[in-house]
């Protein structure tokens, strides 16, 4: 009869070779340490369960491991099961060194993330135990391609309060944060025989490059002190838009171009999308309302928790025209590609009314630094002129004429990480050329925030 497979242990793949059973286990166990597959301190199994999962006898097992403990590789104490031991890994004959990791910053200003210390990680884990011990057991099979409907209803209710999104849960779609929903459109742009896309001048290249994998190619649009203008819009099949805090320069859509991009889009049955990216932040403003809320049936409302709580998430959504959600659908490929875990999570998180209190928390903090960083600049770099500061996580300093790129060096000798500003210019864009850094005031955890300012004052010019 054959033997009964182990029900009990950890797994591990060995392939014995060669010199009898023994030397041939003790052999492929061997070159797995050496070769660092199993790592320093991994847990073996026992001789018991490894013999039964090979098929070979317990003591054929318990002979290789103490061979080995005797060698150094392994290590064992009564009562306690076998472990690698901590010893240098000797990568074999002829394998290719290892890529040397780049040094990390001393200080990291670099615009796109939030302080990831400040994660509410005591009031997250309360929402994900009640989340779980409320959720129906339907919540862990293959879920609703749109997203869960706990989620969408607590979105909807919170992005009609919060951001005057005119939204029912039937026309959201959760995604996996806003790069996966912009590849979504831009498949079904592409699916409708689209060839072109307006951006803005200023902007993120992974976004270009994104509607560009898509088979479709961007074209910049003017912009001055008032924002981007639309009015070289003509047969292009969408705009994508940051209006109520363009990233990077900081500022407001003019309400004129608002709504003549509206107008534009009901003109000529054009989409438009709106990246609302850190739209919950602001300081010295009225909160700007969703341009969602002139026209749902022309825009596309783009959020995220990746400003608000944190990028790992991978929490997103879209608030689509009501023609357009099977379209998306299609695209997506009927699957729900978001944690039903994490979604129900953030569905307790906002409807408990924690959400909020972590953002008003979160204005609070990046408040003072924001109020720091300009009292800083007035006080050591009085020709250095900051824009975009009424909201947001991040600031462009003005430099004088042609100092950008020494501001960048004098940064990186400084073990400094910040972008210049013409990093996120389009490069088909005709804008006046302007020397700036973009600086990310909100990424810093709060211990290493004085030293980041520290660091910005040594780099710019007096």
Not at 39 to 52: H, I
Not at 300 to 311: D, I, R, Y
Request: net charge positive.
């Amino acid at each position: 009869m054959a033997k009964p497979r182990a029900t009990f242990g950890v797994d591990l793949h060995l392939e014995p070779t060669g010199g009898g059973v023994r030397r041939g286990l003790t052999d492929a166990l061997r070159e797995a340490v050496r070769t660092g597959r199993l790592a320093p301190g991994t847990r073996l199994p026992s001789s018991r369960a490894l013999a039964a999962d090979l098929g070979v006898a317990r003591n054929t097992v318990a002979d290789a491991y103490a061979d080995l403990v005797a060698e150094g590789w392994l290590t064992a104490r009564q009562g306690s099961a076998t472990r690698v031991s901590d010893r240098t890994v000797v990568p074999p004959a002829g394998a290719p060194p290892r890529p040397r990791e780049p040094g990390r910053p001393t200080h990291n200003l670099v615009p796109g993330t939030p302080d990831l210390a400040s994660f509410p990680r005591a009031q997250w884990l309360k929402a994900a135990r009640r989340a779980l011990a409320t959720a129906p057991y339907q919540a862990l099979d293959y879920g609703d391609p749109r997203g869960r409907i706990e989620l969408r209803t607590a979105l909807a209710g919170y992005l009609s309060r919060a951001r005057g999104v005119r939204a029912d849960p039937e026309h959201i779609l959760v995604c996996a944060g806003f790069s996966h929903g912009l590849r979504l459109l831009g498949a079904v742009l592409r699916a409708r025989g689209a060839r072109t896309v307006a951006v803005e001048s200023y902007g993120l290249d992974v976004h270009w490059n994104l509607l560009a994998a898509a088979g479709l190619r961007t074209v910049p649009l003017p912009f001055d002190e008032r924002g981007t203008d639309p009015g070289e819009l003509t047969d292009e099949a969408a705009v994508l838009l940051t209006p109520a805090h363009q990233f990077p320069m900081g500022g407001t859509l003019h309400r004129d171009r608002r709504a003549a991009v509206v107008e534009w889009a009901r003109r000529t049955g054009g989409l438009v999308v709106e990246d609302d990216y850190d739209g919950e932040f602001r300081y010295d403003r009225q909160p700007v309302g969703a341009l969602q809320g002139l026209d749902p049936d022309h825009v596309v409302h783009a959020g995220t928790a990746s400003k608000s709580l944190a990028p790992g998430l991978r929490l997103g959504w879209l608030v689509l025209p009501p023609g357009l959600m099977e379209e998306v659908l299609a695209a997506k490929g009927g699957i729900d590609s978001c944690g039903s875990l994490d979604q129900l999570t953030l569905a307790e998180f906002l409807v408990s009314g924690a959400y909020d209190r972590h953002v008003r928390a979160a204005r609070l903090r990046n408040r003072r630094r924001r109020d720091a960083l300009v009292a800083e600049l007035a006080r050591r770099a009085p020709r250095v002129h900051a824009t975009g500061i009424a909201a947001g996580l991040h600031v462009v300093l003005r430099l004088p004429p042609g100092t950008e790129q020494s501001a960048l060096r004098a940064a990186a000798w400084q073990g400094l990480a910040v972008h210049g500003l013409h990093r996120y210019q389009h490069p088909e864009a005709t804008v006046e050329r302007r020397d700036a850094l973009v600086v990310g005031y909100g990424t810093p955890p709060d211990h290493a925030w004085s030293g980041a300012l520290e660091a910005l004052c040594a780099v710019l010019p007096e």
